[in-house]
């Protein structure tokens, strides 16, 4: 195919689908009008229902729970599937490790890199927990205060000691945090499912005032176990690449 | 209807992406891909979700850019 032919080819296959894209941009309800019943009726009944003042966390640890319950079980996998494939290479690369290190500088951390890094994972622990302790008042969650957690390990990993991240996550002990984490998760709803109730719903006392650290029931638990089991994941993965591209600064040491 | 704010970061964010995909190096790509996660942060706030927000500061602007980081590293690595 020549040049030429192949720009006609993306010109009317662009026309085509510009058309197509216009089309349904018209026929698209105006911003900020939000045509769906479901919105409303969440928006109505959530903090009646669950206490918990963040709505959205209400819906994704109450009301579409099964589906976060998949989430997280994606993460999971991956965070399986990471290991399993780096745990092969590592043992290929392991007699190599040490030869190549003889001649290799390791570029010393500078104290500035030290000191903000030490500075800041006491704060990131704190905003870490408190966005997974915090998913049924305010805008957070256990995804995203597992990330957060996780950082604080980078953060240790940064201020310039990949031994003292590795002992601070062994490899062993983070993959069990992560498998409780996320079985814990699962069991929620088996728990539920024993008091006679449908999966994963919302069998713990609701507490008495919305909105309150105590209240919300399963809400918090769920949260707080995705925070483990992510938190737990990210570093697992973390972890395997940073042993995959610092073996041989290890072997240095 | 849409305020200023919410107008300039949409602009902020296409011109964002552009750069993204205009990086050719990996090493400025991945830099660039984390200041594009805190713009569209940043726009998620300003049309107030404030909880896809705090995801997409903590995978977009952190989580990913540091795996493609490390990610290169070690493809450097095989290749010297």
């Known amino acids: ?253 | 209807m849409m305020t200023a704010l919410q107008v300039t970061i949409l602009v902020l964010v296409a011109a964002g992406a552009t750069a993204v995909v205009l990086i050719r190096d990996p090493v400025r790509q991945v830099v660039s891909l984390s200041i594009y996660g805190l713009l569209l942060a940043v726009l998620f706030m300003a049309f107030q979700a404030p909880d896809v927000t705090l995801s997409e500061l903590t995978v977009g602007a952190v989580a990913l850019p540091l795996l493609l980081l490390l990610t290169l590293a070690k493809v450097r690595k095989q290749e010297e």
């Open chain 1, 1 to 253: 195919m020549t040049p030429s032919q192949r720009r006609w080819v993306f010109l009317v296959a662009g026309g085509g689908f510009l058309a197509f894209y216009l089309w349904g941009l018209v026929g698209l309800p105006g911003f900020g009008h939000y045509p769906g019943p479901y919105g409303d009726i969440i928006n109505a009944i959530a903090v009646s229902q669950t206490h918990a003042t963040a709505v959205v966390s209400a819906v994704n640890f109450e009301y579409r729970a099964f589906d976060t319950l998949g989430e997280e079980f994606i993460l999971f996998t991956a965070a399986t599937g990471v290991a399993t494939v780096l745990r092969h290479l590592r043992e290929e690369r392991d007699t190599s490790a040490m030869d190549e290190a003889m001649n290799r500088d390791v570029p010393a951390t500078s104290d500035a890199i030290r000191m903000v890094t030490l500075a800041f994972i006491g704060p990131t622990i704190v905003v870490g927990w408190y966005l997974t302790s915090h998913a049924q008042t305010s805008p957070s969650g256990g995804f995203q205060g597992g990330i957060v957690l996780a950082t604080a390990f980078v953060l240790v990993y940064l201020a310039g000691q990949f031994i003292v991240f590795k002992r601070l996550s062994p490899v062993a002990l983070t993959d069990a945090i992560e498998a409780i984490g996320a079985g814990s998760f699962a069991a929620v709803g088996i728990a539920a499912l024993a008091l006679g109730a449908a999966y994963l719903s919302n069998i713990l006392p609701l507490g008495s005032t919305p909105g309150a650290v105590n209240s919300a029931g399963t809400i918090p638990l769920i949260s707080f176990f995705v925070g483990i089991e992510v938190s737990a994941a990210f570093i697992l993965i973390i972890g395997e690449l940073l042993e995959q591209t610092l073996i041989v600064r290890e072997g240095n040491r």
